[in-house]
C-alpha cells in the first residue's frame, strides 16, 4: 500500500504538468491567430481527409485569407444576422438561446444547436465534427479563450474566412468568386444574405442554386440586416 501513494503522487503531478502544458500551448496559439491569418481549420483538414477516403482524388479546397477591409461590409452583417444577432453583446455564450433550446428539448422537441459565432470559431478552427459532451467541453473553452484574446472584429473576420459557403468552399474569397465571379468586396446585399442562408447545411443548400428555402431565408435574413440597423449595428 505504501508504494501505491507516491505514484499516485507522480501520477497527479504528471497530470498537473500535462494541463499546464496544454493551458499554455492554447493559450499561445490563440493569440497569435490573433494577428496571424490561419492557413487552415481543423475543419478544412477534416473534409481533406474524407475526400481521400471516399477516393475523390480531384477534390481541392477552395480558401483564400482576405482581411475583413477587402470583404463588403454586407457580408458580416449578414452572418450575424443569419446566425447571431447577440454577437456584438454577448461574451461568447447566447444563454437565453441556450436556455431555449434546452427548455424545448424538455418540451420533446428535437435538441437544436444554439452555437454563437465565437462558439463556431472556435469549433470549425480548432476541432472535430461532432455531438459528443467532450468535443463541446473543449468548444467552450476555445470560445473562452477566443472571446478573452480577441476583439470581435477580429472573431467576425476569422468566421467569413473559415465559414464553408459550399462543399470544399471556404470562406468569403473562394465564395465570392465560385458562385458570383466576383471579389469579396464586391458582394452585394442580396448575394451575401445567400452565403448566411446556406450555413445551416453548406453541402446541401447551394448558393448558385438556391432553393426556395434558401431563397425565403435570404430575404428572411436581408429583413433581419435592415431591422439591425445594417452594417453600422456591428461599429464599436
Known amino acids: 500500500m505504501p508504494a501505491r501513494k507516491p505514484f499516485l503522487r507522480r501520477l497527479l503531478r504528471w497530470a498537473a504538468a500535462a494541463a499546464l502544458v496544454w493551458i499554455v500551448l492554447t493559450l499561445l496559439m490563440v493569440l497569435l491567430l490573433r494577428f496571424v491569418p490561419p492557413l487552415t481549420s481543423a475543419f478544412m483538414l477534416g473534409r481533406k481527409l474524407d475526400a ?80 459528443s459532451f467532450v468535443r463541446k467541453g473543449f468548444e467552450a473553452y476555445f470560445t473562452v479563450l477566443i472571446e478573452l484574446l480577441w476583439p470581435k472584429q477580429r472573431i467576425i473576420e476569422v468566421y467569413l474566412n473559415i465559414a464553408e459557403f459550399g462543399d470544399g468552399t471556404y470562406g468569403a474569397a473562394a465564395a465570392s468568386e465560385r458562385f458570383f465571379h466576383a471579389s469579396p468586396a464586391q458582394l452585394s446585399t442580396h448575394q451575401s444574405a445567400l452565403l448566411a442562408a446556406v450555413l445551416p447545411n453548406p453541402r446541401k443548400l447551394r448558393v448558385d442554386r438556391p432553393s426556395a428555402y434558401v431563397q425565403r431565408r435570404a430575404a428572411w435574413i436581408e429583413r433581419q440586416v435592415r431591422q439591425l440597423g445594417g452594417s453600422a449595428y456591428l461599429e464599436p
Open 52 to 131: 481521400i477516403v471516399d477516393g475523390q482524388k480531384d477534390f481541392r479546397i477552395g480558401y483564400r485569407w482576405t482581411p475583413i477591409s477587402r470583404v463588403s461590409a454586407n457580408l458580416p452583417i449578414a452572418l450575424v444576422a443569419a446566425e447571431d444577432q447577440k454577437f456584438p453583446n454577448h461574451h461568447g455564450f447566447d444563454v437565453d438561446a441556450i436556455q431555449d433550446a434546452l427548455a424545448d428539448a424538455d418540451d420533446g422537441a428535437r435538441l437544436r444547436g444554439a452555437s454563437t459565432i465565437s462558439q463556431q470559431v472556435a469549433k470549425n478552427l480548432f476541432l472535430w465534427n461532432g455531438r
